[in-house]
């Protein structure tokens, strides 16, 4: 069973910099476009940005030029480069395959002060 495993969450002033990082566990998602969501308060879920098996990334407009997704195959890991942060980023943050295939993980709390 695939395990998602979020990390590198935290408390951070508007202006500063956060590296998020995504452990797969239990399959290898080199075949498989892998994106990052998240969930604010009082909102939905929303799709942050994916990165493909070729290395293709694409965002969500509010994050274009500030957040930067990247992979390492051979750790099986997904990371997350947060730069220019806002309090509208603030957010628990989850990756997951781009189609929302794996069982969710428990995410990592993003909290950017004003």
């Known amino acids: 069973q695939v395990q998602l495993v979020e990390s590198g969450g935290g408390l951070v002033q508007a202006g500063g910099s956060l590296r998020l990082s995504c452990a797969i566990s239990?399959?290898?998602?080199?075949?498989?476009?892998m994106a990052w969501f998240r969930q604010a308060p009082g909102k939905q879920r929303e799709w942050v940005g994916y990165i493909t098996r070729d290395g293709y990334t694409k965002y969500l407009d509010s994050v274009k030029g500030r957040f930067t997704i990247s992979r390492d195959t051979v750790k099986n890991e997904v990371y997350l480069q947060m730069n220019s942060l806002k309090p509208e980023d603030t957010a628990v943050y989850y990756c997951?395959?781009?189609?929302?295939?794996?069982?969710w993980g428990q995410g990592t709390q993003v909290t950017v002060s004003s």
């Open positions: 997951n395959r781009s189609d929302s295939g794996f069982r």
């Open positions: 239990g399959s290898s998602f080199s075949d498989n476009a």
